[in-house]
């Protein structure tokens, strides 16, 4: 799709609506995760009603993906392993996932 693109040719098909933003530069938002993962969207929003016992989830920086059966954990940031999340770095906490879920992956 991408070399079409670059062609100028028409492709039928459609992309989904957060690639069409980063594609044309637009910021992608907290609410275009809903589009993609309501479960993932709602999880994350509960975060934001949670406030300061955020902290006792025992979170931090990382992900685990698993694929193909195996498992691996993924820094969303560097040296995320290292970092907890708490009520204060909690919007940080919250775009990187968002980054790492519509625009790493």
């Known amino acids: ?20 933003k980063h594609i044309l530069g637009w910021p992608v938002m907290f609410s275009d995760l ?15 009603a949670m406030g300061a016992d955020v902290e006792y989830l025992y979170a931090d920086f990382t992900t685990t993906e698993e694929t193909l059966g195996v498992k691996r954990v993924v820094e969303l940031v560097p040296g995320g392993a290292d970092i907890d999340v708490t009520e204060e770095n909690l919007p940080e906490y919250i775009e990187a996932c968002l980054k790492y879920r519509l625009l790493g992956r």
């Open 1 to 20: 799709m991408g070399k079409a693109m670059f062609d100028r040719q028409l492709v039928k098909g459609h992309m989904v609506k957060h690639l069409y």
């Open 34 to 48: 809903k589009d993609i993962d309501e479960e993932y969207y709602n999880s994350l929003n509960s975060l934001k």
